[in-house]
T-cell receptor, first 114, second 113 residues
Framework: DAGITQSPRHKVTETGTPVTLRCHQTENHRYMYWYRQDPGHGLRLIHYSYGVKDTDKGEVSDGYSVSRSKTEDFLLTLESATSSQTSVYFCAISEGPLSSYEQYFGPGTRLTVT | AQSVTQPDIHITVSEGASLELRCNYS??????LFWYVQSPGQGLQLLLKYFSGDTLVQGIKGFEAEFKRSQSSFNLRKPSVHWSDAAEYFC???????????FGTGTSLTVIP
């Protein structure tokens, strides 16, 4: 299994509070991704990174920011959490662009915003 | 713009029966096509992928998929389903340029004894 960990695995937070989710990889892959998974929507890309300090927006980036200061870590921040951000968040990594390379997924973080 | 449609939200099959999960895509050129599987409470795992060449692709766990350009389809098949195949299955499409990539909404598979 690819070495991808996510922390925390579960979190309950209140509306309006900031939240940071962490993804850590030991594979030295260049590309990292954050997805959210919601019933009826499948997985939707939030943000991705193609190198240290190189990030770009995905399909559903509003309300989220990311940072990548080291190859192995990719942080997802909800500046002010809202109930619509209750979801399961997955981190993924790949050796090349996601359009053509296999992605390896972490175990997910279940976030509940009350 | 690309899109992926999985018309079956949920499918139930008997153990030992054959399986076909449908996937249709919308894309102007030949896309990169993937099938991923998600077991309960876990992340996704790649089953197989198609980029070019032979339109029948073999994957892990005995799965295969066939690319049919005329039907814009990439259906997943397995000749004999095992109880351990119960999971959620996602079709996905990527463009051969840039970082465009989209998952379908998934098909949940239940296997009954």
């Amino acid at each position: 299994d690819a070495g991808i960990t996510q922390s925390p695995r579960h979190k309950v937070t209140e509306t309006g509070t900031p939240v940071t989710l962490r993804c850590h990889q030991t594979e030295n892959h260049r590309y990292m991704y954050w997805y959210r998974q919601d019933p009826g929507h499948g997985l939707r890309l939030i943000h991705y990174s193609y190198g240290v300090k190189d990030t770009d927006k995905g399909e559903v980036s509003d309300g989220y920011s990311v940072s990548r200061s080291k190859t192995e870590d990719f942080l997802l921040t909800l500046e002010s959490a809202t109930s619509s951000q209750t979801s399961v968040y997955f981190c993924a990594i790949s050796e090349g662009p996601l359009s053509s390379y296999e992605q390896y997924f972490g175990p997910g973080t279940r976030l509940t915003v009350t | 713009a690309q899109s992926v449609t999985q018309p079956d939200i949920h499918i139930t099959v008997s153990e030992g029966a054959s399986l076909e999960l449908r996937c249709n895509y919308s894309y102007g050129a030949t896309p990169y096509l993937f099938w991923y599987v998600q077991s309960p409470g876990q992340g996704l795992q790649l089953l197989l992928k198609y980029f070019s060449g032979d339109t029948l692709v073999q994957g892990i766990k005995g799965f295969e998929a066939e690319f049919k350009r005329s039907q814009s389809s990439f259906n997943l098949r397995k000749p004999s389903v095992h109880w351990s195949d119960a999971a959620e299955y996602f079709c996905a499409v990527g463009a051969n340029t840039g970082n465009q990539f989209y998952f379908g909404t998934g098909t949940s598979l239940t296997v009954i004894p």
